[in-house]
Nanobody, 124 residues
Framework: QVQLVESGGGLVQAGGSLRLSCAAS????????MGWFRQAPGKEREFVAA????????YYADSVKGRFTISRDNAKNTVYLQMNSLKPEDTAVYYC?????????????????WGQGTPVTVSS
C-alpha cells in the first residue's frame, strides 16, 4: 500500500512563498495522478491543485490559480506545490492524495484516508 508523506509547511508572512513536498513510497508511483488539498480550521477539506501522471496536465482551484504551481518528479516519487504570493486565507493543513485519473484527484470526497498533512500558517 502506498504511503504519502507531506512536508514543507511552516509559518510565513503574507506575500511570501513556500514549497510543499509529497513523497510517495510503496508501489508504482508514476502511474497515478496526484492532488493537493487543504483544510482550514472549522472548514471542510477543499481541492487545491492536481497533476496528471505524466505531468502534462494540471488543474487548479480558482482561489490559487496564478499563485500556486503543482509539479512532479517521478524519478523521486515526489509531487510539489510551489506557493507564491501567500495570503492569510491560505492558512490550512495541506494534504496530498493520489488517484488513477486526474478528475478523481480534484474531489476530496474521492478519498477515505489521508496522511498527517503539513500545516501552513500565513500571517498578515
Amino acid at each position: 500500500q502506498v504511503q504519502l508523506v507531506e512536508s514543507g509547511g511552516g509559518l510565513v508572512q503574507a506575500g511570501g512563498s513556500l514549497r510543499l513536498s509529497c513523497a510517495a513510497s510503496g508501489r508504482t508511483y508514476s502511474s497515478y495522478a496526484m492532488g493537493w488539498f487543504r483544510q482550514a480550521p472549522g472548514k471542510e477539506r477543499e481541492f487545491v491543485a492536481a497533476i496528471s501522471w505524466s505531468g502534462g496536465s494540471t488543474y487548479y482551484a480558482d482561489s490559487v490559480k496564478g499563485r500556486f504551481t503543482i509539479s512532479r518528479d517521478n524519478a523521486k516519487n515526489t509531487v510539489y506545490l510551489q506557493m507564491n504570493s501567500l495570503k492569510p486565507e491560505d492558512t490550512a493543513v495541506y494534504y496530498c492524495n493520489e488517484g488513477p485519473e486526474l478528475e478523481i484527484v480534484t474531489r476530496p470526497e474521492s478519498f477515505g484516508s489521508w496522511g498527517q498533512g503539513t500545516p501552513v500558517t500565513v500571517s498578515s
